[in-house]
């Protein structure tokens, strides 16, 4: 233990030397079977202490890159709730946040489904090639599921040609669903 001078600051003190760790002895007793965290503790200290680390096999490499590539899959689909919530907040009108919400809403999955195998070139080796391909799907399945809120909006929004006064110059036209009516 070090020696403090005897004009040390308390502090100084009190940074060498903590206070004992109290014990956490409550007084009740284990359950059989289930030592106290203490003992445990030690035991497991003790346990992984004594034993190194294994290298991981090629093939745990490959379980591991498999499900990491799952979760990449996986995830535009997460952000489709908030996405679809933004789009049915921001109205059938075109304004300008209506406007931006539509744009990320394709510009998003286009760009997900053209760098497809970008996304997964990390993950992919010679032995889990075979493996990777449902994932890429399911991938591909999931951004074109983005895509799909996206024409959901457009539509809603009456911008797409659904009917055919849309395409033949002799039909009626459609009924629009708003008028607009200007005040003084």
């Known amino acids: 233990m070090p020696q403090i001078h005897p004009k040390a600051p308390k502090w100084v003190v009190d940074l060498n030397n903590p206070p004992l760790p109290k014990s956490k002895n409550s007084g009740i007793v284990d359950p059989p079977g289930f030592p106290s965290s203490a003992q445990s503790t030690s035991k497991k200290h003790n346990a992984t202490k004594n ?7 090629p093939e745990e490499m490959d379980t591991l890159k498999v499900k990491k590539a799952w979760e990449v899959a996986l995830a535009p ?3 489709l709730p908030m996405t679809a919530i ?3 907040m921001s109205g059938n009108t075109l304004q300008i946040f ?9 510009k998003n999955p286009i760009m997900g489904l053209l760098s497809t195998n970008q996304a997964f070139a990390r993950f992919e080796s010679e032995t ?3 493996q990777l391909i449902p994932v890429k799907l399911l991938y591909v399945a999931m951004q074109l599921l983005a895509l799909a809120v996206g024409i959901w909006k457009i539509n809603s929004m009456g911008l797409l040609p ?3 006064s849309d395409w033949l110059a002799w039909e009626a036209l459609r009924e629009p669903t708003e008028h607009a009516v200007s005040a003084l």
Not at 98 to 106: G, N, Y
Request: glycine content about 4%; overall charge positive; hydrophobic content about 35%.
């Open 51 to 57: 034993q190194p680390r294994q290298p991981q096999t």
């Open 77 to 79: 689909v997460k952000g």
């Open 86 to 88: 933004m789009m049915y």
């Open 98 to 106: 209506t406007i931006m919400t539509v744009w990320m809403a394709f």
């Open 128 to 130: 889990n090639r075979s």
């Open 162 to 164: 659904t009917t055919r």
